[in-house]
């Protein structure tokens, strides 16, 4: 499992609400995604991280924000959840080296 | 940026037959093309994986073809068990700095015993 945990597992918020999930990994990745996945459009990259303090978005990061202050953790911030940010988000790592890229075990979100 | 799609979103066979999964991509930079199996409330798993300067990898009852040239790339999956079914997705990236992967819409794959 590559070393890979996310907080918390399943969470319910109100519309309007900051949510903060969080992506932790044991191995000194470089390398660290965010993912959202929605039936129909499979897994789209939210944003990603290439160091320490360096981020960078993905192809759908409105409304999204994060931060990594330390290797092993990668945060993302819903500063105002909404009822389209329902999803299944996943944290993704890769070596750097290689692109192979592993998930994490997911965390549900519902925003009612 | 690039777009993956993949064909069918749905797929039934009979155990012991082959299933194939198709994909193609638009963006001719791309030279990365893994696959995940995706079990029912389970992560995401690459369970095979295919570079542009190859064209056919094989691990036991999978393998993947790439064409290059038409830009798609393929799953097949041989003597199909009960315990292949799960979605699968196929993605594509250009394999440079952080490697971001684009992914296809995914194939629910049901192998019937």
């Known amino acids: 499992d590559a070393g890979i945990t996310q907080s918390p597992r399943h969470k319910v918020t109100e519309t309007g609400t900051p949510v903060t999930l969080r992506c932790h990994q044991t191995?000194?990745?470089?390398?660290m995604y965010w993912y959202r996945q929605d039936p129909g459009h499979g897994l789209r990259l939210i944003h990603y991280?290439?160091?320490?303090?360096?981020?960078d978005k993905g192809e759908v990061s409105d409304g999204y924000s994060v931060s990594r202050s330390k290797t092993e953790d990668f945060l993302l911030t819903l500063e105002s959840a909404t009822s389209s940010q329902t999803s299944v988000y996943f944290c993704?790592?890769?070596?750097?080296?290689?692109?192979?890229?592993?998930f994490g075990p997911g965390t549900r979100l519902t925003v009612t | 940026g690039e777009n993956v799609e993949q064909h069918p979103s749905t797929l039934s066979v009979q155990e012991g037959d082959s299933a194939v999964i198709k994909c193609t991509y638009s963006?001719?930079?791309?030279?990365?093309f893994p696959w995940y199996k995706q079990e029912l409330g389970k992560r995401p798993q690459l369970i095979i994986d295919i570079r542009s300067n190859v064209g056919e990898k094989k691990d036991q009852r999978i393998a993947v073809t790439l064409n290059k040239t038409a830009k798609h790339f393929s799953l097949h999956i041989t003597e199909t068990q009960p315990e292949d079914s799960a979605v699968y997705f196929c993605?594509?990236?250009?394999?440079?700095?952080?490697?971001?992967?684009?992914f296809g819409t995914g194939t629910r794959l049901t192998v019937i015993p």
């Open positions: 993605a594509a990236s250009i394999e440079t700095g952080a490697n971001n992967l684009f």
């Open positions: 963006d001719s930079a791309s030279n990365y």
């Open positions: 993704a790592i890769s070596v750097g080296r290689f692109p192979e890229q592993y």
């Open positions: 991280s290439y160091g320490v303090k360096d981020t």
């Open positions: 191995e000194n990745h470089r390398y």
